[in-house]
T-cell receptor, first 114, second 113 residues
Framework: AQSVAQPEDQVNVAEGNPLTVKCTYS??????LFWYVQYPNRGLQFLLK??????LVKGSYGFEAEFNKSQTSFHLKKPSALVSDSALYFC????????????FGRGTSLIVHP | NAGVTQTPKFQVLKTGQSMTLQCAQD?????MYWYRQDPGMGLRLIYY???????DKGEVPNGYNVSRLNKREFSLRLESAAPSQTSVYFC????????????FGEGSWLTVV
């Protein structure tokens, strides 16, 4: 079975400060990891994904995520937060040997204060 | 480039009424999905279709039916709506297989009173 956890329901950060949104996963095979963002009253938009290779993945809007196999984590990061980054962020995982359909976390609300 | 288009955007139903949510994608994807999103529950998969002509149950299929009309279209039907089906519904599509990005529609807000 594949599962993903986003341990924080909400993350608060001041504009200009670095941000981290946490994600941990549990799978049996090789993981495929995704981050999506959802702005109010909109659908989910793809940010980035890890398939294989470099553990640091760069994505849209200046976001990046680091795959850490030993800690089974895939935290989303950005060096300098913008107020416009305020949104709901979802981590998702699938894994070889299981369903190809990713399992989504419950989401983390990011609030960037001016 | 429209991507994934779903209709209607908003709908209010009375308990026991039926309705169909329509979805179409123009990316030539083999897989299509229906999710529901509820506060604190994240996204839950209702049904999916890995290819034209096939459909399979997801995590929360009870009370729903689906039809993969052709490669482009995947509809979700509520035969007898219940207040517990009040939710935001998302259609999505992707290539079938591991590691493929899923693309989402803009959502359908459904209220059952």
């Amino acid at each position: 079975a594949q599962s993903v956890a986003q341990p924080e329901d909400q993350v608060n950060v001041a504009e200009g400060n670095p941000l981290t949104v946490k994600c941990t996963y549990s799978v049996s095979g090789n993981p495929y990891l995704f981050w999506y963002v959802q702005y109010p009253n909109r659908g989910l938009q793809f940010l980035l994904k890890y398939i294989t290779g470099d553990n640091l993945v760069k994505g849209s809007y200046g976001f990046e995520a680091e795959f850490n196999k030993s800690q089974t984590s895939f935290h989303l990061k950005k060096p300098s937060a913008l107020v416009s980054d305020s949104a709901l962020y979802f981590c998702a995982v699938s894994a070889s040997g299981g369903s190809y359909i990713p399992t989504f976390g419950r989401g983390t609300s990011l609030i960037v204060h001016p | 480039n429209a991507g994934v288009t779903q209709t209607p955007k908003f709908q209010v139903l009375k308990t026991g009424q039926s309705m169909t949510l329509q979805c179409a994608q123009d990316m030539n994807h083999n897989s299509m999905y229906w999710y529901r999103q509820d506060p604190g529950m994240g996204l839950r998969l209702i049904y999916y279709s890995a290819s034209e002509g096939t459909t399979d149950k997801g995590e929360v299929p009870n009370g729903y039916n689906v039809s993969r009309l052709n490669k482009r279209e995947f509809s979700l039907r509520l035969e007898s709506a219940a207040p517990s089906q009040t939710s935001v519904y998302f259609c999505a599509s992707s290539e079938t297989g591991y590691g493929n990005t899923i693309y989402f529609g803009e959502g359908s807000w459904l209220t059952v009173v």
